[in-house]
């Protein structure tokens, strides 16, 4: 068990300041965004000051302050992953998800070894190198050592086309001594979303299961770090409670992380109630997020935790994926399944899923677009294998160092996806882009990224700093 106990979420002041905060007049809005600029984070009530803004000058405002400071510390990098469903058995009984234990209506499967492998191969000969492991919580009868061989089965995985150089973990709560274990397979992130932290909604949505235990989940994260694992990421899925309750708690956990460990989360994911399989309450979210409030969330978050990477899935369409690049999402899923085989089986997708997409493309046509919107597709995982992780990896961000080596990363391992991977239209989009990008660079950043795409273009794979 952990050695934290202490109840963080504070619902009635919350409440207190959404209340208090539920009429900003335009001239403090303003203020908070000039604040907001400074790239320094903003406070609960800020946070809640911003999430009532309606007036269309003042939201264009808003996303004209996140596009600043997304742009000052990330530029025009996205970082690109994939998730891998190894499992969707599950003991839980979580009303919106297609995998909860009493659900029918989907086939059950967990993947062997040997299919896991399969699946690697299937992503790596499209181009991917991170991945993004998930698994429901029961596991076939080995248990928890089933998750660690399929991390060993991820990175073992060798092909002409290159491996898998980062494996992220989304699995069930463990105490601290598994995530020991966890930390031991050279995992890059683990995440777990709390999914709501309103306490009543919470318990009303999980009836089942050990999910059922709402501060065992919430402090996963801590038990995490405790066990030296310097990445963690949480988030929450939009749509069971009021949004602008779950950005306050949401900057109190990270707050609480912050305060605890001298560091919050790497990374904050940001998904939107969608269709499940056998799920009512998935078709009918009981607090339905709007498009223009997802893309308020974005903003707001960014420049409340300017430093922590957002991430988008393709829960959203294509659309919206775009419309939130410039509002401060710095990773996105692509070609993604979330059923178990889905990269081998595409045609049994709907009979096993966790939830609908929004955004079906393959990863090849998410990174023309993405790179014909002048984004640079990275595929970069230096700073897990160098040890620029936890606060190491802020003391380097937050001065603006971090894009030193990140710039250069990106665009090796843009260049590394387009020589072995791309289609011609996708290359050709591509290498102007780089080109373009390169000649745009000064200094340190500008020299480190022509030695390195140099060195790709001479053969070479696998190129950092």
Same mark, same amino acid.
Not at 6 to 33: C, G, M, T
Not at 173 to 194: A, H, M, R
Not at 379 to 388: E, I, K, P, Q
């Given at each position: 068990?952990?050695?934290?106990?202490? !109840?963080?979420?504070?619902?009635?002041?919350?409440?207190?300041?959404?209340?208090?905060?539920?009429?900003?007049?335009?001239?403090?809005?303003?203020?908070?965004?000039?604040?907001?600029?400074?790239?320094?984070?903003?406070?609960?009530?800020?946070?809640?000051?911003?999430?009532?803004?309606?007036?269309?000058?003042?939201?264009?405002?808003?996303?004209?302050?996140? !596009?600043?400071?997304? !742009?000052?510390?990330?530029?025009?990098?996205?970082?690109?992953?994939?998730?891998?469903?190894?499992?969707?058995?599950?003991?839980?009984?979580?009303?919106?998800?297609?995998?909860?234990?009493?659900? #029918?209506?989907?086939?059950?499967?967990?993947?062997?070894?040997?299919?896991?492998?399969?699946?690697?191969?299937?992503?790596?000969?499209?181009?991917?190198?991170?991945?993004?492991?998930?698994?429901?919580?029961?596991?076939?009868?080995?248990?928890?050592?089933?998750?660690?061989?399929?991390?060993?089965?991820?990175?073992?995985?060798?092909?002409?086309?290159?491996?898998?150089?980062?494996?992220?973990?989304?699995?069930?709560?463990?105490?601290?001594?598994?995530?020991?274990?966890?930390?031991?397979?050279?995992?890059?992130?683990?995440? /777990?979303?709390?999914?709501?932290?309103?306490?009543?909604?919470?318990?009303?949505?999980?009836?089942?299961?050990?999910?059922?235990?709402?501060?065992?989940?919430?402090?996963?994260?801590?038990?995490?770090?405790?066990?030296?694992?310097?990445?963690?990421? /949480?988030?929450?899925?939009?749509?069971?409670?009021?949004?602008?309750?779950?950005?306050?708690?949401?900057?109190?956990?990270?707050?609480?992380?912050? #305060?605890?460990?001298?560091?919050?989360?790497?990374?904050?994911?940001?998904?939107?109630?969608?269709?499940?399989?056998?799920?009512?309450?998935?078709?009918?979210?009981?607090?339905?997020?709007?498009?223009?409030?997802?893309? #308020? =969330?974005?903003?707001?978050?960014?420049?409340?935790?300017?430093?922590?990477?957002?991430?988008?899935?393709?829960?959203?369409?294509?659309?919206?994926?775009?419309?939130?690049?410039?509002?401060?999402?710095?990773?996105?899923?692509?070609?993604?399944?979330?059923?178990?085989?889905? +990269?081998?089986?595409?045609?049994?997708?709907?009979?096993?899923?966790?939830?609908?997409?929004?955004?079906?493309?393959?990863?090849?046509?998410? =990174?023309?677009?993405?790179?014909?919107?002048?984004?640079?597709?990275?595929?970069?995982?230096?700073?897990?294998?160098?040890?620029?992780?936890?606060?190491?990896?802020?003391?380097?961000?937050?001065?603006?160092?971090?894009?030193?080596?990140?710039?250069?990363?990106?665009?090796?391992?843009?260049?590394? +996806?387009?020589?072995?991977?791309?289609?011609?239209?996708?290359?050709?989009?591509?290498?102007?882009?780089?080109?373009?990008?390169?000649?745009?660079?000064?200094?340190?950043?500008?020299?480190?990224?022509?030695?390195?795409?140099?060195?790709?273009?001479?053969?070479?794979?696998?190129?950092?700093?």
């Amino acid at each position: 068990m952990s050695i934290y106990t202490e !109840n963080f979420i504070h619902e009635s002041q919350i409440s207190a300041i959404l209340e208090a905060n539920k009429r900003v007049e335009a001239p403090r809005i303003r203020e908070i965004l000039a604040k907001a600029r400074e790239m320094k984070g903003l406070n609960l009530e800020e946070v809640a000051a911003l999430t009532g803004i309606s007036d269309p000058e003042l939201l264009a405002e808003l996303f004209e302050e996140a !596009n600043y400071v997304k !742009n000052t510390i990330y530029g025009k990098r996205l970082v690109l992953f994939a998730p891998l469903y190894i499992s969707n058995l599950c003991a839980n009984e979580c009303l919106y998800c297609a995998f909860r234990a009493t659900n #029918k209506s989907i086939v059950r499967r967990s993947l062997t070894q040997h299919e896991i492998a399969h699946e690697v191969e299937n992503l790596i000969s499209q181009g991917h190198k991170r991945i993004l492991l998930v698994a429901g919580e029961s596991y076939p009868k080995e248990g928890f050592s089933y998750v660690l061989n399929a991390i060993k089965t991820v990175y073992s995985v060798k092909s002409e086309h290159g491996e898998i150089r980062r494996v992220n973990v989304n699995i069930a709560p463990l105490d601290v001594d598994e995530f020991k274990l966890l930390k031991n397979e050279k995992i890059g992130t683990y995440q /777990i979303f709390q999914e709501t932290y309103h306490r009543e909604t919470y318990a009303k949505m999980h009836i089942g299961g050990k999910k059922k235990n709402y501060d065992y989940r919430i402090t996963a994260p801590h038990r995490a770090m405790e066990a030296g694992i310097d990445d963690v990421g /949480i988030g929450v899925l939009f749509g069971l409670f009021d949004y602008r309750f779950e950005m306050l708690a949401l900057m109190q956990h990270i707050r609480e992380l912050e #305060k605890v460990y001298g560091v919050g989360p790497h990374t904050i994911s940001v998904p939107r109630l969608e269709p499940a399989t056998g799920s009512d309450i998935a078709s009918h979210p009981p607090h339905a997020v709007s498009d223009i409030e997802f893309r #308020k =969330i974005v903003a707001i978050l960014r420049l409340a935790i300017p430093y922590t990477g957002i991430i988008m899935s393709t829960r959203e369409t294509a659309q919206m994926r775009r419309d939130t690049f410039a509002l401060g999402v710095s990773q996105i899923s692509a070609g993604s399944r979330t059923n178990p085989g889905g +990269y081998t089986h595409e045609t049994e997708e709907d009979e096993a899923s966790q939830f609908s997409l929004g955004d079906h493309r393959s990863l090849d046509e998410v =990174i023309r677009d993405v790179a014909s919107m002048g984004y640079i597709p990275s595929f970069c995982t230096a700073c897990y294998r160098l040890g620029r992780t936890g606060r190491d990896f802020m003391d380097l961000a937050k001065p603006g160092d971090i894009k030193l080596h990140c710039d250069p990363n990106a665009l090796s391992t843009f260049r590394e +996806y387009l020589r072995n991977f791309a289609t011609e239209q996708t290359r050709e989009v591509g290498d102007k882009l780089i080109a373009e990008t390169i000649a745009g660079m000064s200094g340190i950043a500008r020299q480190r990224a022509e030695k390195l795409v140099n060195r790709v273009d001479e053969g070479r794979d696998d190129v950092y700093c």
